[in-house]
């Protein structure tokens, strides 16, 4: 889907920082609901990962996913999926594609994911 009236216009990556893009749509909505209930908090994710996606010390609020959700694959390539502790419940998982310099957000959202239970 291309941009149109209203869209919000998201800067390219300066040099030396990841381009942040939605895997696809369920990711952007879920994104708008997450920037709603926590706007600075989400923000402040966005820095993340544009400045420093993969910390070489991860924390409990960010790190990288552990077992069957640690790679995930975007448009054939297998990737890093890391997580975002975006407030109590809200989380967002992202792609690593070190190749591109891009951070694919996979899922964005105020609950936290069902993928993780059981």
């Not at 054939?76 to 407030?87: A, D, K, L, P, S």
């Amino acid at each position: 889907m291309s941009a149109g009236r209203g869209d919000r216009a998201a800067p390219p990556a300066p040099e030396g920082q990841w381009e942040v893009r939605f895997a696809d749509a369920a990711a952007a909505k879920g994104w708008e609901c997450l920037a709603r209930q926590a706007r600075e908090n989400t923000y402040r994710a966005w820095i993340v990962m544009r400045t420093q996606p993969c910390p070489a010390t991860e924390t409990p609020r960010h790190h990288r996913l552990k077992g069957r959700l640690a790679h995930g694959t975007h448009r054939g390539q297998v990737c890093q999926q890391w997580q975002i502790e975006v407030t109590g419940g809200g989380r967002v998982w992202y792609l690593l594609d070190s190749d591109h310099g891009t951070c694919w957000i996979t899922f964005a959202g105020t609950g936290h994911p069902c993928a993780t239970d059981g």
